[in-house]
């Protein structure tokens, strides 16, 4: 079950970022219509599998990025 758990929060956030962005240019490049589900949800399922990816190897970088940068940076408060 451990080992699940590191994939719990890059699927979660591809998807709400996939959303969020195919929603988005799907409504900038075609505006709403009839068919503007149908599109959004092609548009979905196109980026999702790359987003999901991109989260799974980036994640694990920027979070080292940020503990660096955590322990150069003196406390402010």
Request: glycine residues 6%; hydrophobic residues 55%.
């Given at each position: 079950?451990?080992?699940?758990?590191?994939?719990?929060?890059?699927?979660?956030?591809a998807v709400f970022m996939t959303c969020i962005m195919s929603f988005t240019?799907?409504?900038?490049?075609?505006?709403?219509?009839a068919q503007f589900?149908?599109?959004?949800?092609?548009?979905?399922?196109?980026a999702f599998p790359i987003a999901f990816s991109a989260v799974i190897f980036v994640a694990p970088v920027v979070h080292k990025m940020s503990e660096a940068l955590k322990r150069k940076t003196p406390a402010a408060f």
């Open positions: 079950m451990r080992r699940l758990e590191r994939f719990y929060f890059p699927f979660f956030m240019l799907t409504a900038i490049h075609q505006g709403f219509h589900l149908l599109d959004w949800g092609r548009a979905f399922s196109l």
